[in-house]
């Protein structure tokens, strides 16, 4: 019995180890500093480094991208995105795009909890969508939740063209961000 309960306990903590370990973004964990992330992203080219962000040129199955880390007040990654920016000639090619990321975002979360279509048009139909997308007018967005992360799929118009782009949130290092921010700005009130 005594042997029973060491192996049962032995299992647990290697499946609370494999269970911890895992990367919550890429080969990352939230909370891990600006020189953790940059040491960690290997595979993609360096471009910018701010106060709270690293950007990395990153394509993505052939479709020119970056991703984008941001950090805390207190330096812990808390969110990373991949914005895809491709220099597509027809505006249903970003849609594609859109729909073949929520399939497999759909394919490695499960079923989205919630698919948020905004548009000058109510309801419109889904032949107007590369018009009202191409005119600003569409904004669409899709939401998986994991215990740790919140993840966002968005395809809107920024600046002159569409852009697809996936945000991973953590949830404890967003949290924790806010109450800094809020101290932050109640010392100074």
């Not at 964990?29 to 701010?50: L, N, R, T, Y």
């Not at 497999?104 to 048009?121: A, I, R």
Request: proline fraction near 4%.
């Amino acid at each position: 019995m005594k042997t029973r309960m060491f192996f049962m306990s032995l299992f647990f903590v290697f499946l609370a180890n494999y269970v911890i370990a895992q990367d919550d973004f890429r080969k990352i964990q939230w909370g891990m500093d600006i020189m953790a992330v940059k040491a960690s992203e290997k595979e993609c080219p360096f471009i910018e480094e701010s106060n709270d962000r690293l950007i990395f040129e990153c394509p993505i199955i052939g479709i020119k991208s970056k991703i984008i880390y941001n950090f805390t007040l207190s330096k812990q990654l808390m969110r990373a995105k991949y914005y895809f920016n491709p220099d597509y000639y027809n505006v249903r090619f970003y849609l594609k795009d859109y729909k073949m990321f929520q399939e497999l975002l759909t394919k490695k979360y499960g079923k989205s909890s919630k698919v948020k279509l905004s548009s000058s048009e109510v309801n419109p139909a889904e032949e107007n969508w590369p018009f009202l997308l191409s005119t600003g007018n569409l904004r669409m967005e899709t939401f998986w939740a994991t215990p740790t992360t919140d993840i966002i799929l968005t395809i809107s118009k920024q600046d002159t063209k569409p852009v697809v782009q996936i945000d991973y949130i953590s949830k404890e290092y967003t949290k924790k961000n806010n109450v800094e921010k809020g101290n932050a700005i109640y010392k100074k009130l």
